[in-house]
């Protein structure tokens, strides 16, 4: 019985992650980026005016529960991380360095993805009596396509609190216990100390979660990132030639060498695709549930937020993890996944450091993944079972023995099953996404042309009129 499921699960699998799903996913981006018409270019100033320009500023008299950046931290919590460190090595293990273009070209589609999520989320999100805002492709489904589709919405939260479980916790718990055997902590040890640092923060719901997170995530980000960009300097010489490697390699077969085996233009876009998608979950409808809770006066102005969310996660922050793995040179040395990455910090930084460094970023960005996951799973839980509080807070009771079942057990079932839910969470979302692409079309010329945001106040620098 067990092999005929697993079988079945490697089928459906084979869908949700396969080539008709990837182009849906890029289809879809591709969509929205004319339907917005290219939002993610056009307004990229503008974006970057009303996210960093303003991480720290309140938005006085708006509705929500907690701020535009903490929102966006927690969603960040939920994708920088595994994808970025581990999933980028892959695609370039598998796919060559051609894959590091589709992943890109992913992230820009992805952009807009994330902004229609984010747009949608908070638009038809609502209040829970005496709980956080509910918003996600669930709300948007059942307000905005109408109640005959609500069991659209109600298969999304089943994949989407299933799959909590797995890949935002039993997953993430087993990364964190490996990573601590490197220092020599066991691993019942870890799921102890994880028990009790998820279980301090969850119980206190999306507020101190959204606090946490605004601390770890631009931590991690920070001190990845510094490492990273002190072995591009380090090796600038190198970045032409490996630049035009990535073109070329994109568009052309790339010959084996070293431990590397040759690979073809078509899986180079497919890894690239994949795992540019696996990075930024643009599409999979996750970040929307966390943004829209953010305390925003127009739901675009959030949607801003998704746009930077993509950038940094897959255009800034994968990036920098290729170009690390293709300078130093290691990038056909047979290894893959978060190993490779360590080889190329390793070959700069030497192996105690270089590998503290990789493994302490993943260690950590595993944990902000626990937090955001147990977000989302209730929410979902929330929705389909209804009576908020109680539902939402025996959801974090229970995600607590599953949190010491991974770090301490051997999970390929788990991580084969639960990848498979996290994909079929994508189907409900893309059909929402286009069915109610014309509601973020009229959201946008709203914002753009009415009192929350103007041209005039474009040109003057930001500054909002009324």
Known sequence: ??????????????????????????????YLTLRT??????????????????????????????????????????????????????????GGPGAIFWMLVSGLVGMATKFAEVVLGCHYRKREEGQPMMGGPMMYIERGLGGRWKWLA????VFGALAA???????????????????????????LILIVSVGLVTIGGIKRIAQVAMFCVPFMCILYMLGAFAIIVINLAQLPAVIALVFKSAFTPTAATGGFAGVG??????????????SNEAGLGSAPIAHATATTDHPVRQGLWGVFEVFFDTI????????????????????????????????????????????????????????????????????LLGHGKVVRTVYRIIWLPFTMLGAMGSLKVVWDVADTLNGLMAIPNLIALVALGGVVVKLMKEFFAGESYT????????RETS
Do not use: H
């Open 37 to 94: 018409r290219f939002i993610q270019f056009a307004k990229f100033r503008l974006m970057w005016r009303e996210t960093m320009g303003k991480a720290f500023r309140k938005n006085e008299g708006a509705e929500g529960d907690v701020t535009p950046m903490q929102a966006m931290t927690v969603a960040m919590g939920g994708t920088v991380g595994v994808g970025n460190i581990a999933g980028v090595a892959t695609a370039i293990a598998i």
């Open 1 to 30: 019985m067990s092999e005929t499921l697993l079988k079945i699960n490697t089928a459906v699998n084979g869908f949700v992650w396969g080539p008709y799903m990837l182009i849906g996913l890029v289809g879809v981006g591709v």
């Open 455 to 462: 041209e005039e106040a474009e040109a003057n620098g930001g």
């Open 154 to 157: 109600v298969m999304f939260c």
């Open 265 to 278: 233009i078509m899986m180079a876009m497919r890894y690239g695709i994949a795992r540019g998608v696996f």
């Open 316 to 383: 800034v922050m994968c990036t920098a993890t290729a170009l690390v793995i293709m300078l130093t040179g290691v990038w056909n040395n047979g290894e893959s996944g978060a190993v490779l990455t360590i080889s190329g910090f390793n070959a700069v930084f030497g192996g105690k450091v270089g590998t503290g460094l990789v493994t302490f970023c993943m260690i950590l960005t595993a944990y902000d993944t626990l937090l955001a996951w147990c977000f989302y799973g209730e929410t979902c839980t929330a929705y």
């Open 165 to 191: 479980f797995g890949i935002g916790n039993m997953v993430q718990a087993n990364s964190v216990a490996d990573g601590m055997k490197c220092f020599g902590v066991p691993p019942w040890v870890t799921g």
